[in-house]
């Protein structure tokens, strides 16, 4: 899976996770207020673990492309508000920011950011143990879930 793929499946996925969050909360407070309850809670843990994967695989892109500092902040800062993490993914793909793959050692125009540099080791992490990261995902689900079922 390359860089590319992997920010538009998290973007995507982030993004359909706050559509559902969207139309359980207006169902909560609009049409139905029973299944809104259950909406909420599921789309609610499904967009926070979603949230939490599309920070963490940024930075991993990021420190695989060594974007600068201003670029990973707008990546991060893109989660925040409903599907903006679309448009980061496309201004991204069309700046030419995405390496093409994920030991890209095209020389860059701009200087690495410090923390980046420093956070090398999170992208050789995630090769070696993707079983764990996906364990890691499933749990973060049923943690936040369970709270919300015992409403």
Do not use: N, Q
Request: with cysteine; charged share 15%; hydrophobic share 60%.
């Amino acid at each position: 899976m390359t860089p590319s793929r992997l920010l538009r499946i998290i973007s995507v996925v982030e993004a359909c996770t706050w559509a559902a969050l969207l139309f359980g909360m207006a169902a909560k407070y609009g049409f139905a207020p029973e299944l809104g309850d259950t909406l909420v809670a599921f789309a609610g843990s499904a967009h926070g673990v979603a949230f939490i994967a599309y920070l963490f695989f940024g930075l991993v892109i990021a420190v695989a492309g060594r974007w600068p500092w201003h670029v990973m902040l707008l990546g991060g800062l893109s989660a925040i508000p409903p599907f903006a993490t679309l448009l980061f993914d496309w201004w991204v793909e069309r700046r030419g920011l995405v390496p093409a793959s994920w030991h890209d050692d095209s020389p860059r125009a701009w200087r690495e950011a410090p923390v980046l540099a420093k956070l090398r080791g999170v992208v050789d992490w995630t090769f070696a143990h993707p079983i764990t990261l996906i364990c890691i995902g499933i749990a973060a689900f049923l943690f936040i879930l369970t709270p919300a079922i015992g409403r």
